[in-house]
């Protein structure tokens, strides 16, 4: 409602908005997978792992890119906001053509997206834990977050070139489940939000306050 109400600007707010709708689509992938729903004849492990993915690169990598531009502003920052917020869906429409038979140069360039505007995001987190202004703790995060996040990348670059590269082809999705999840989901998505939540106002978390007329103001976030 936020993004119908008010357009693609501040970009920073799309970033955070986009995310929340991305959140939508993956909680709809988790119940289609407890329900045992295949979309398209996709195998089990893809559509758990898209529940997964959109709850990631769906959910967190937005909302953090929209942070990142909303404290760092810069031409970087841009892109990385629109390079997520584009790349998300782009990547699910690739992999879907590659399940159609449609071949898959369409999910490998949609992957190379994703993967670059998150190397955008990994830097601009080192660049913000290099700098003195923040707490040492957040700095820390913002650093471990993202070490972890390029490392996350790089494989889903790798991934997605496997057709194409034949070397690339040994890491499969159970290796990605193992190196790939467990480098966005422990070691970027925790200290990441962890390090946000040390410098983000806490009035962006607290509920709308109500009017002398009862109606209340949703908070800027």
Do not use: C, K
């Not at 988790?30 to 758990?48: E, K, N, Q, Y």
């Amino acid at each position: 409602m936020r993004l119908l109400g008010r357009g693609s600007r501040p970009l920073w707010a799309l970033g955070v908005d986009a995310g929340l709708v991305y959140l939508a689509v993956g909680a709809a992938w988790a119940v289609s997978d407890r329900l045992g729903f295949r979309p398209l004849d996709f195998a089990a492990v893809i559509v758990t792992l898209t529940a997964v993915h959109f709850h990631y690169a769906g959910f967190m990598l937005p909302i953090v890119a929209g942070h990142l531009l909303r404290r760092s502003p810069g031409a970087a920052a841009r892109v990385a906001v629109v390079g997520v917020v584009a790349g998300v869906p782009l990547l699910a429409a690739g992999i879907t053509a590659t399940q159609l038979g449609l071949g898959p140069w369409f999910e490998t360039v949609a992957a190379w997206i994703v993967a670059a505007a998150g190397v955008l995001v990994a830097g601009l987190h080192l660049r913000l834990a290099l700098r003195a202004e923040a707490p040492r703790a957040a700095r820390s995060l913002w650093a471990a977050a993202g070490l972890a996040l390029l490392a996350g990348m790089l494989l889903a670059a790798l991934y997605g070139s496997r057709f194409l590269v034949p070397a690339a082809r040994w890491l499969d999705i159970a290796w990605m489940q193992f190196l790939h999840g467990a480098a966005n989901t422990f070691g970027f998505a925790l200290p990441a939000l962890l390090g946000w939540y040390l410098v983000l106002p806490r009035a962006a978390a607290s509920p709308p306050a109500a009017s002398a007329s009862g109606s209340t103001e949703p908070p800027q976030r």
